[in-house]
């Protein structure tokens, strides 16, 4: 009696031991899910040992935290009013009064100059409209009062406490706008974060019955039989609830990026119990025993699933070797699922066979697909082959590393149409810092013009679109009092300005520290691309003889990340390479097998680089994911072929390479398909990343599955 048989005659005989077992099990993982939390740290991307995220940690240490969001209302009626400015006086105030909110800088300021003194504006009449409009007119660059295409849009920056909980404070100035019955747009970093929060919980609770639902369907059409479907569905679902579990003892916590997890494994986990189930019809079929269908299925691919389970776990487990904590995390999670999912299959799958009296065994059906692949074999394999590798490398050299939070949200979501009107009525939404020190008087007329030069060349490089900092709000006010639209010219009219600014103006602390002769500007790029950012970096580094200028901010951050994430995916796919290699040489003791299988994968990576570059899908951190995971993934079929291959050489088959084929090419294509259409209920995702990743998840199945089914088997019968 060998291992399979011995382990089929346990599982009979300890039925009941194994299900209390497992049941155990699914009501601890059930538990372990409501201690889940959500985290929406974008930080968790952030690599580590990052100069940029130093600087910005400092920055936020000197001048108060830059933790902000910006709300953009918009009005059919006219605001130049004494009604309209006394109404976003009222909203400002009512703002500033909610918990978490440390500072609010509206278009209607608390007091303006009036000569050398400060006027009230909650208490101006009608006579003093147009001294209001004229200063907020002279704002400029800093206008926060904007008429555009018939509608009148007032903009309030909002400054969060760090130690305060920014979702509350976000949902309590949206409730208070929806009883304003005021539309309005948001954006700024601490927004998208506290966003993510709804999205994620979304995603958790729509995505993951719907990939199960749709696999299902896809392995129903192939397999034929409703239980049978329904049994090698069922451990991907058990070991997504195991995973939850595991999540809710172990981490407590749930990103942006782990909540592809119980998603990976209901996907990828469901790929063994097809194999098993499909294996397990063909030997029920001809022996109508159980125990001896189950115990002859598991000869058959009990290895090839150890070694799936294995590899794409080696997939997941290379993204370590990334610098960022949410793809470890991912990686680590994710690796763990697949573990679980195929321990569910070896466990659940034999024991519900046992427990269920009979399951509806369809006859044969030989498919048009597996029989045009068979005809694919030889020669043509080889042409499609050498097609493939040829049209990828054009598309290869077209691909660029960009990866920023904007690009995280569909167009059609609320966060992104509520960032592409800011920016539209503003000119800008996500900014960048740059902060300055230096040995001159910080309030001198020289060291200020050094100040508004560098900011107007940065404005006409094309980079920006508009620089704010204490230089700007100075020469605003002197135009205002004294009619000279510049920064003050002597140094005592300068002091008498900043005096006044800093007693009606709280946010100018967040500008400017004479004593310690340091300042902030706040810089918005035209858009958030590698390149614009190093342009402004550049130009920047030009300006630093004298006084020494620092960039931050979470844009250079993550454009940080994505200038590391070549070296590091190059690092994560010759890991995981080698490894599934050396699995494959030590479990087929033959080293051409091996290479062979090695083969249509190391194609597939091409197509997958090659169809990001034409479809524009830049290298990033979420990319990486998917490079990673196409190896532990795509090299299943060619474990699957290899291991049936080798299996009925072993039983002296007269072509054990058709064999193999014959026997594998239904549940390969059953499951490529299956996790295909899987992925693709992502589609319904607000997140444009998830959408990426159903792109390349088709290229991934198809192309891996059609060369281990044709490729292969040509490489194979090569072999005597």
């Known amino acids: 009696m060998n291992f399979f048989e011995k382990y089929t005659n346990f599982i009979k005989k300890h039925q009941k031991l194994v299900f209390i077992f497992m049941l155990l099990l699914i009501i601890l993982s059930i538990w372990g899910i409501f201690k889940i939390k959500i985290n929406t740290d974008f930080t968790l991307f952030m690599p580590k040992h990052s100069s940029y995220k130093k600087r910005y940690d400092e920055m936020n240490k000197t001048f108060g935290t830059s933790e902000q969001m910006m709300f953009l209302l918009e009005y059919d009626k006219n605001l ?57 007119d002279n704002m400029d660059i800093m206008k926060s009062l904007v008429q555009k295409d018939s509608k009148n849009y007032a903009s309030f920056t909002v400054m969060v406490n760090e130690s305060s909980k920014p979702l509350n404070a976000l949902k309590n100035i949206e409730k208070m706008l929806d009883i304003e019955k005021v539309k309005y747009y948001v954006s700024g970093d601490t927004y998208l974060q506290t966003k993510v929060f709804d999205y994620l919980l979304k995603i958790l609770l729509i995505i993951p019955p719907l990939s199960i639902i749709i696999i299902f369907a896809t392995f129903k059409a192939r397999i034929r039989s409703l239980k049978a479907t329904i049994f090698s569905v069922f451990p991907a679902g058990i070991g997504a609830l195991l995973t939850l579990g595991f999540l809710g003892w172990f981490i407590g916590e749930i990103s942006v990026m782990t909540v592809l997890v119980p998603i990976f494994v209901i996907v990828l986990g469901s790929a063994d119990g097809l194999h098993f189930m499909s294996h397990y019809i063909e030997y029920y079929r001809n022996s109508k025993n159980k ?33 960022s904590d949410a793809i470890k995390q991912l990686g680590m999670a994710s690796s763990i699922g697949v573990f679980l999912a195929g321990i569910a299959t070896w466990i659940f799958l034999p024991l519900i066979i046992f427990k269920n009296k009979k399951i509806t065994i369809p006859e044969p059906k030989v498919s048009k697909v597996t029989t045009f692949l068979k005809k694919l074999q030889g020669k043509n394999s080889i042409i499609i082959t050498l097609i493939l590798i040829i049209i990828s490398i054009p598309g290869i050299l077209k ?23 800011i ?60 009619g000279k639209k510049e920064y003050p010219q002597n140094s005592f009219t300068a002091k008498i300005l900043y005096s006044l600014a800093s007693s009606q103006n709280k946010s100018l602390k967040n500008f400017i520290l004479p ?21 402004i970096e550049t130009l920047i580094n030009k300006n630093d003889e004298k006084t020494t200028y620092t960039l931050s901010g979470i844009p250079l951050i993550m454009d940080e990340m994505n200038r590391r994430i070549i070296p590091d995916q190059l690092s994560s796919l010759i890991l995981a390479t080698v490894l599934v290699f050396i699995m494959i040489l030590i479990t087929q003791k033959n080293f051409f097998i091996a290479l062979f299988s090695i083969i249509p994968i190391s194609v597939t990576l091409l197509s997958l680089f090659g169809i990001m570059g034409y479809t524009g899908i830049d290298l990033s951190i979420i990319t990486s994911i998917m490079s990673s995971l196409t190896i532990g993934v795509g090299i299943d079929y060619a474990i699957h072929y290899s291991g049936l291959y080798r299996h009925f050489k072993q039983l002296n088959a007269e072509n054990p390479a058709d064999e193999a084929f014959n026997y594998v090419s239904t549940p390969i294509l059953a499951n490529a398909f299956g996790l295909a259409f899987g992925f693709s209920s992502m589609i319904f995702s607000p997140l444009q990343i998830h959408t990426y990743l159903v792109i390349l998840m088709w290229t991934t199945m198809v192309v891996s599955s059609v060369l281990s089914l044709t490729l292969l088997p040509t490489l194979v019968k090569k072999l005597k």
């Open 423 to 482: 920016s539209e009525v503003t000119g800008g939404s996500l900014p960048i810092f740059l902060t300055y020190k230096t040995n001159e008087d910080i309030l001198s007329t020289n060291f200020s013009n050094e100040i508004l030069l560098l900011e107007k060349e940065l404005k006409e490089s094309g980079n920006i679109l508009k620089a704010v900092s204490y230089y700007d709000i100075l020469s605003v006010m002197n135009n205002f009092i004294y």
């Open 80 to 136: 130049r009013t004494i009604e309209g400015i006394k109404k976003l006086r009222d909203i400002q105030n009512k703002m500033e009064k909610i918990t978490g909110v440390s500072m609010v800088i509206g278009p209607t300021p608390e007091k303006i100059p009036v000569g050398l003194t400060l006027k009230d504006v909650s208490k101006v009449n009608k006579k003093d409209l147009n001294l209001i409009l004229k200063y907020i």
């Open 291 to 323: 125990e001896l269908s189950i115990s002859k299925t598991l000869k058959a691919v009990g290895v090839p699933m150890i070694m799936t389970t294995l590899t794409t776990m080696i997939g997941f487990l290379s993204m370590l070797v990334i610098q």
């Open 515 to 535: 004593s310690q002769k340091t300042g902030k500007i706040i810089l918005f790029p035209k858009n958030l691309k590698s390149k614009t950012l190093k342009n």
């Open 399 to 421: 691909l660029q590393t960009n990866f920023n939070m904007l690009t995280m949200y569909k167009k059609s979501t609320e966060v992104r149409k509520g960032i592409d009107k």
